[in-house]
């Protein structure tokens, strides 16, 4: 593996108070990057002082969107130790986007290695508060400059990490989310499998409207017939009915979540009747009114959240009260004891700064 050139910042910046964090506004002393040419492959990986890219107006990526991009955490446990969690399915999973983007792949290792050097250089900026996190976003965006569609003949690859705060400050806070029969974000044999830029696009306007009529997200319902749940904005969607925990089978329109693994193992450990299978909104709804249902998203970050309300067709269900359930809880609790380094790691999810994989 081509060694990492590091560049240091001659001005280091005051990383903000772990109370006063939100999500994705403040970002740390140094970036990691690293180019790609067509023959030439990736080179150059570097670390250098944070700041702003120069790009062509005619840049590719600005115009046809090739661009992908992962989000993972880096958690301080109580006993001051950094953690990575599940680092290694992240870098998989970045080059899976990639495949459908049709970006080159990169060495798994220098994806893991990019990031294990970029937060050894700036680990005063995870934040110790609990709850707290350090917050890593690897994106690949296509740097040629034409315009034309077809893919770009050069790339970049670049790392940014940054503090976020507590998603529940006080509490697990369940969400009300509106399930969608006029809008879809992505169809089977469509891109909704990778975790690229245009998918996000695509949901800005369902999801604005949803906001105007109180709710948090929305949940996508499948493209063909608008009738089997897909997931919600940046969560998959799960839910027990009676004694089965269902979710939506990966069938290439949804992402493959990391969390949704997570939750899937544990849940498998725990000895529980898992399926991973169509669902429809009628058997949700019916579930709801008859309270047979618990129901949750998962996602890096907020790890679990409840929903406390369906909206469908202009009718409001209720699920558990609006409270959040005793499964729901327990997950959360038990992925966050694991990130903190609070509880055993039985499944190898998290790696520790310093220790170099195997460790
Ligand atoms: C990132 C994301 C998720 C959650 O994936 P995690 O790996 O659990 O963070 C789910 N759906 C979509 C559309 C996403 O972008």
């Known amino acids: 593996m081509t060694k990492i050139a590091i560049t240091r910042t ?18 740390t002393d140094h970036m990691f990057l690293m180019d790609y040419d067509e023959g030439r492959g990736w080179h150059d990986p570097r670390i250098v002082p944070y700041g702003p890219f120069t790009l062509d107006p005619a840049t590719c990526v600005l115009h046809y969107g090739q661009a992908i991009f992962d989000g993972l955490k880096a958690f301080r446990g109580p006993d001051g130790r950094i953690r990575f969690f599940r ?15 049709c970006i080159p792949k990169i060495d798994p290792a220098m994806i893991e290695e990019s990031i294990r050097a970029l937060v050894e250089i700036d680990q005063r900026w995870v934040p110790s508060l609990p709850g707290t996190s350090l917050y890593i976003r690897p994106t690949v965006i296509a740097t040629e400059t034409f315009l034309g569609v077809h893919p770009s003949s050069s790339y970049l690859y670049y790392v940014i990490v940054g503090p976020v705060g507590a998603y529940y400050k006080e509490g697990m806070n369940p969400v009300r989310i509106l399930a969608s029969d006029k809008y879809v974000r992505a169809v089977k044999g469509g891109l909704g499998a990778a975790k690229t830029a245009g998918n996000y696009a695509a949901s800005l306007f369902a999801a604005e409207e949803a906001q105007h009529a109180g709710y948090t997200q929305v949940l996508w319902l499948d493209g063909v017939e608008h009738r089997y749940l897909d997931e919600v904005g940046t969560m998959n969607i799960m839910l027990k009915i009676d004694d089965e925990v269902i979710t939506p089978p990966l069938n290439g329109a949804i992402l493959a979540g990391i969390t949704r693994d997570s939750v899937l193992t544990l849940l498998r450990t725990w000895g529980m009747r898992v399926s991973e299978r ?56 038990t992925i966050v004891g694991i990130q903190y380094g609070r509880a055993p790691d039985p499944f190898g999810w998290t790696r520790v700064l310093g220790n170099r994989p195997g460790g």
């Open 10 to 27: 001659a001005h280091p910046k005051q990383p903000p108070a772990d109370e006063t964090l939100a999500f994705g506004k403040v970002f």
């Open 278 to 333: 169509p669902i429809a909104i009628d058997d949700v709804i019916a579930a709801a009114k008859a309270g047979r249902l618990e129901m949750w998203g998962t996602g890096t970050a907020a790890v679990i959240s409840p929903v406390g309300e369906l909206g469908y067709k202009g009718e409001r269900y209720v699920i558990g009260d609006g409270k959040t359930g005793a499964l729901t809880q327990r997950l959360y609790d």
């Open 87 to 101: 680092l290694p399915d992240h870098a998989r999973r970045l080059n899976n986007s990639a495949h459908y983007l």
